[in-house]
DNA sequence: CCAAAGATGCGCT
DNA sequence: GCGCATCTTTGGG
């Protein structure tokens, strides 16, 4: 689910205005393992883990919200960890301008397209996804969406998570990024001593195929 | 009630 | 790559 939704496009009606963003880096969390929230027990702020698949689950990181959607089986999710904005025939110039204003950078200037989203919380601000309005509540066609115009990945790079604490299984590779967006998601996995084989890999055009 | 710890972001080097 | 701001959740006293 991680792979098949890179390169998807997430909308969000914001009063009339659609606004949209590609998403272009995904990491995947399992139950059965410790770096995921679910593995850590059901508490209120948890429980949306728990609920049917495609539920969304939101949670504060370092001070801001951050976005998943609930996969088959309790506790497995995907975190919507990056995208690039979209403007096309559902969101014109007009919604690129108010995610401009809904996450400036800190100095108050507007950002850059290519660092507008580049961040699992930079996203939810840009698209005006807030915690007490979208945990535990489900997709809905008239106002926060998965769309698919067509567009698929040429290759994708499967790395490991980001901050993931020593011994909390954070060898496991399960960070996707659409290798033509690598520059614009968290932190690129092709860094200058980060080598393909070592620190990341391409996914099989037969893995990427079946999915 | 308080301290500590995050599935981070930013600015600086 | 590193330090620091940031703010909610969590768990212990």
Known sequence: MAVGLLGKIIRHKVVDLWLSAR??????????????????GLTPSRRALFMEGGTIYMYYARGGDSLNIGAAGPGNSVLIKSAYPVTDDVSGPESLAAMLRLNPARNGQPRAPEKLCAGQTLLCRALGLKVPEWNAQTLDASRLFIDDDGYRPDNIIRTTRLGIPSGRDEHLPYRFVDSAYASCCTRSPLGRSRLEGEHYHYLDTDQQWRT
């Not at 998403?23 to 850590?40: D, F, P, V, W």
Request: aromatic share 6%; glycine share 6%; proline share 0%.
């Open 23 to 40: 998403i272009i880096e995904t990491e995947a969390y399992m139950l059965n393992e410790r770096g995921s929230h679910a593995s850590l």
